[in-house]
Each structure stands twice: as structure tokens, then as C-alpha cells.
């Protein structure tokens, strides 16, 4: 199983920017929930946001609730992270990861599977 983010960059305060997360598997993805966490040096992985097996559930943390929408495509073994209202303190390097009991939670621990990471930068 891989899981490959892509899309950050840098971004200036109130922009946006969308994640993707590609997961490559034989295994079926329908059956997981996914989310998307943050890290920033010296910090624990902050969860963001996580989405249900099939999309009918969605959970966010506080500060990202209202700014972030989590979505998925099934079809394309693919979730996304759409950021508006950039700012700041959302500068981190973000990771999808791939929970296989198909609960949406926001403890790293429960997730089984993560990507690489991509860095987004929020520039004032």
C-alpha cells in the first residue's frame, strides 16, 4: 500500500490550496476512512480532518472547521483536502492517512497506512 500526497506549496494568507492523496492498493479502498493530519517541527501530528468510507460522514478539528473540506473519489482511490482562508499557523507538512476499520477518528494512532507528507507554506 502507498499513499502519495501532492499539491502543497507556498500560498499567500487568505489564499487556497487543494491536497491529494493517491493511494495505491489492491486491498479495497472503499472500505477505509481516511483523514489528513499536520505536523510542524518539534510537535505532535495534528489531526485536520477525516472522512468516512463513503463520504457520508466527515469530521474536522476546531481549527480548521469552516476553512477545510475533505472529500473522496472512490472511484480514483483518491481523497482531497481543500483549504481556503489560508493562514499563517497552517503552515505544516500534511499527511493523509489510511485508517482500515473505516471509523473516522482523529487519533494518529488508529491509521495504518500514511504518505510521504507535503509541505504548505502560508506566507503574511
Known amino acids: 500500500v502507498q499513499l502519495q500526497a501532492s499539491g502543497g506549496g507556498l500560498v499567500q494568507v487568505g489564499g487556497s490550496l487543494t491536497l491529494s492523496c493517491i493511494v495505491s492498493?489492491?486491498?479495497?479502498?472503499?472500505?477505509?476512512?481516511m483523514g489528513w493530519f499536520r505536523q510542524t517541527p518539534g510537535k505532535e501530528r495534528e489531526f485536520v480532518a477525516a472522512?468516512?468510507?463513503?463520504?457520508?460522514?466527515?469530521y474536522y478539528g476546531d481549527s480548521v472547521q469552516g476553512r477545510f473540506t475533505i472529500s473522496r473519489d472512490n472511484a480514483k482511490k483518491t481523497v482531497y483536502l481543500q483549504m481556503e482562508h489560508l493562514k499563517p499557523e497552517d503552515t505544516a507538512v500534511y499527511y493523509c492517512?489510511?485508517?482500515?476499520?473505516?471509523?473516522?477518528?482523529?487519533?494518529?494512532?488508529?491509521?495504518?497506512?500514511w504518505g510521504q507528507g507535503t509541505l504548505v507554506t502560508v506566507s503574511s
Open positions: 492498493t489492491d486491498a479495497s479502498f472503499n472500505a477505509w476512512s
Open positions: 492517512g489510511a485508517d482500515l476499520t473505516g471509523h473516522i477518528t482523529a487519533e494518529p494512532r488508529a491509521y495504518t497506512y
Open positions: 472522512i468516512a468510507r463513503t463520504a457520508t460522514y466527515k
